[in-house]
Nanobody, 120 residues
Framework: VQLQAFGGGLVHSGASLRLSCAAS??????MGWFRRPPGKEREFVAA????????YCTDSVKGRFTISRDNAKRTVHLQMNSLKPEDTAVYYC????????????????WGQGTQVTVSS
C-alpha cells in the first residue's frame, strides 16, 4: 500500500490550491484528508467513499474545500479555495475501511504530508 500526497505550497490568503493523493495497493477503502496546524494535533478535513463518491467534510472548510476522486487514476483530490491563514498546516491523505471516517484511529494507511502555507 502506498499513498503519495502532493500539491502543497505557499499562497496568499484567498488563493486556491489543489492537493492530490495517488493511491496504490488499495481496494474498498474510503479516503480522507487530515491536517496538522502548527503546534496543534492532527485534525480531520474531508473524506470520500471510493465506490459511491459520497463525501463528508468538517464545518470549517465547507463551501471552500471539495474532495473528489478519479477512479481511473486512483487519485483523490482536495480542491481548496478561498484559503485562509488558519488553513496553514501539513496535509495528509489516508485510507480507511470505515465509511466516511473522521477519526485518525479509523485510518489504516497514511501518506507523507504536504505543507500548505497561507500568508495573510
Amino acid at each position: 500500500v502506498q499513498l503519495q500526497a502532493f500539491g502543497g505550497g505557499l499562497v496568499h490568503s484567498g488563493a486556491s490550491l489543489r492537493l492530490s493523493c495517488a493511491a496504490s495497493g488499495l481496494s474498498n477503502y474510503d479516503m480522507g484528508w487530515f491536517r496538522r496546524p502548527p503546534g496543534k494535533e492532527r485534525e480531520f478535513v474531508a473524506a470520500i467513499n471510493w465506490s459511491t463518491g459520497n463525501t463528508y467534510c468538517t464545518d470549517s472548510v465547507k463551501g471552500r474545500f471539495t474532495i473528489s476522486r478519479d477512479n481511473a487514476k486512483r487519485t483523490v483530490h482536495l480542491q481548496m479555495n478561498s484559503l485562509k491563514p488558519e488553513d496553514t498546516a501539513v496535509y495528509y491523505c489516508a485510507a480507511s475501511q470505515v465509511y466516511l471516517a473522521t477519526m485518525t484511529s479509523q485510518y489504516s494507511y497514511w501518506g507523507q504530508g504536504t505543507q500548505v502555507t497561507v500568508s495573510s
